[in-house]
């Protein structure tokens, strides 16, 4: 039996919208996934190791994202998304952590120079 167009039509969006609805449209979050572990390796070549706070938000989004892929491969894609955008955030947060940091090293650095200039004159 042939539908007629002005109801086949409607009848299609309708299975689409609840496929859609349903979570069998949600693409796995590669792109967010590849996001958050470059900006963790980027924490890490930073030094984020060396100060606490840095160490422990990169800590935090390693094991976000370690949970993403578990919850990727499950196949909950969406809420492997939630997860990884807050894995991007820590790992960012440490990269800033670490580069304050490392400022601040540089900065002590410069004042023991000056301070040396100035005893040696």
Same mark, same amino acid.
């Given at each position: 039996?042939?539908?007629? =167009? ?8 309708? *299975?689409?919208?609840?496929?859609? @609805? ?12 590849? !996001? ?5 390796? !980027?924490?890490?070549? %930073?030094?984020? !190791?060396?100060?606490?706070? @840095? *160490?422990?938000?990169?800590?935090l =989004? ?16 969406? &809420? ?6 807050r894995?991007? *955030? ?6 800033m %952590? =670490?580069?304050?940091?490392? =400022? ?8 023991? &120079?000056?301070n ?6």
């Amino acid at each position: 039996m042939k539908l007629p =167009a002005n109801v086949a039509a409607p009848i299609l969006a309708l *299975s689409l919208t609840c496929l859609i @609805a349903c979570g069998g449209g949600f693409l796995p979050p590669a792109e967010r996934l590849a !996001s958050a572990e470059a900006a963790a390796r !980027s924490a890490t070549e %930073l030094g984020a !190791s060396k100060d606490p706070k @840095a *160490s422990l938000h990169l800590k935090l =989004a390693q094991e976000q994202i370690d949970q993403a892929k578990a919850l990727m491969k499950d196949g909950d894609n969406k &809420r492997a998304d939630l997860v990884l955008q807050r894995a991007g *955030s820590d790992a960012e947060l440490a990269v800033m %952590l =670490a580069k304050e940091n490392n =400022a601040n090293a540089e900065v002590q650095k410069a004042k023991e &120079r000056v301070n040396s200039i100035k005893a040696g004159r």
